[in-house]
């Protein structure tokens, strides 16, 4: 059973929105930190957003202001709306899960990985 499982990508235009979802098939969904990172072919993974159990949310400057993190930890959930979208926003979107850490922004702290969803804005 795959432990998170990605929706909601597709192509736009730039300046629309988008709204990605994260399910997850874990009780421990609530414990720790779930994330979105992005990744284009040849680039290291980038970290988008990252949101805690408490709510607490976390930024790249890059979306800082257009994106939104949430999570609805009742339905095992997390979102991420994406509004104003940029060319530069186009690349796969794969949501994470990690526990005990206390810096949400790299990669290497997350143990569980979903299978991504693409996102593609067109100029």
């Known amino acids: 059973q795959v432990p998170l499982v990605e929706s909601g990508g597709g192509s736009v235009q730039a300046g629309d929105s988008l709204t990605l979802s994260c399910a997850a098939s874990?009780?421990?969904?609530?414990?720790?930190?779930m994330a979105w990172f992005r990744q284009v072919p040849g680039k290291a993974r980038e970290f988008v957003a990252a949101i805690k159990a408490t709510g607490r949310s976390y930024y790249a400057d890059s979306v800082k202001g257009r994106f939104t993190i949430s999570r609805d930890n009742a339905k095992n959930t997390v979102f991420l709306q994406m509004n104003s979208l940029k060319p530069e926003d186009t690349a796969l979107y794969t949501c994470?899960?990690?526990?005990?850490?206390?810096?949400?922004?790299?990669?290497?702290?997350?143990?569980?990985w979903g299978q991504g969803t693409q996102v593609t804005v067109s100029s």
């Open positions: 874990e009780r421990t969904f609530s414990r720790g930190f």
């Open positions: 994470a899960r990690a526990i005990g850490t206390l810096d949400p922004t790299p990669a290497e702290e997350y143990d569980l």
